[in-house]
């Protein structure tokens, strides 16, 4: 394989999700097709990357600054979403069930890998939260590991004097889900969150 053929291979096998026999399968499938895939992925990427922003008020990633999420009149401007990273925004927003704003910090507190309040966009998260204008509710849509309940933990210290009310996603047994194939932290939590029957 040539060695143009080969650094595009391994820049492919880096994407998530792909190793390099898929990486070789899409690069073999994009010099196939290249007028109808190749060039048209080149320009694609020659455009965003001209054109990405990072949003100075949410930290999302668009090609506008602020975001379309943040200047949306039709969002409710009282409700925060507090989200680690775009991608976990991007999962709720695929849904479209939050009909507020949001606030990406960037990471969650790790000591592990070093990861401290500092290196997360808590700062900006307080003041936002403080207003104006007032925040009524600040969901933490944190993940369901340690260093995402150690970070909603964290926050909610930060943001109690705020007087905003604070709620995180609920945790515990998945729609569809069949008992004998959940783990026993997901099934503690679904008991321990258990709630009456209407």
């Known amino acids: 394989m040539d060695d143009a053929l080969q650094q595009l291979?391994?820049?492919?096998?880096?994407?998530?999700g792909l190793g390099p026999r898929s990486a070789r399968r899409v690069v073999l499938h994009l010099m196939k097709h290249r007028e109808t895939a190749l060039q048209p992925l080149v320009a694609a990427l020659g455009r965003v990357d001209s054109a990405l922003r990072q949003c100075s008020v949410c930290g999302n990633l668009d090609t506008a600054d602020p975001c379309r999420i943040c200047t949306d009149p039709r969002r409710s401007a009282d409700m925060l979403c507090v989200v680690a990273d775009v991608a976990d925004l991007w999962a709720l927003e695929r849904g479209r069930l939050f009909p507020g704003r949001y606030h990406v910090l960037g990471g969650t507190l790790s000591a592990l890998d070093g990861v401290g309040p500092d290196d997360l966009n808590i700062g900006a998260?307080?003041?936002r939260v403080s207003g104006p204008p007032p925040i009524g509710e600040v969901v933490l849509a944190m993940n369901a590991t340690l260093e995402g309940q150690t970070t909603a933990h964290y926050l909610a210290e930060q943001l109690g004097p705020t007087g905003a009310r604070l709620t995180q996603l609920a945790h515990?047994?998945?729609?569809?889900?069949?008992?004998?194939?959940?783990d026993e932290g997901t099934l503690a939590q679904a008991l321990r969150l258990r709630r009456p029957v209407d």
Request: glycine share 14%; aromatic share 4%.
């Open 9 to 16: 291979t391994a820049l492919v096998s880096r994407l998530p």
């Open 125 to 127: 998260l307080v003041a």
């Open 172 to 182: 515990g047994m998945p729609v569809g889900g069949e008992l004998d194939y959940l």
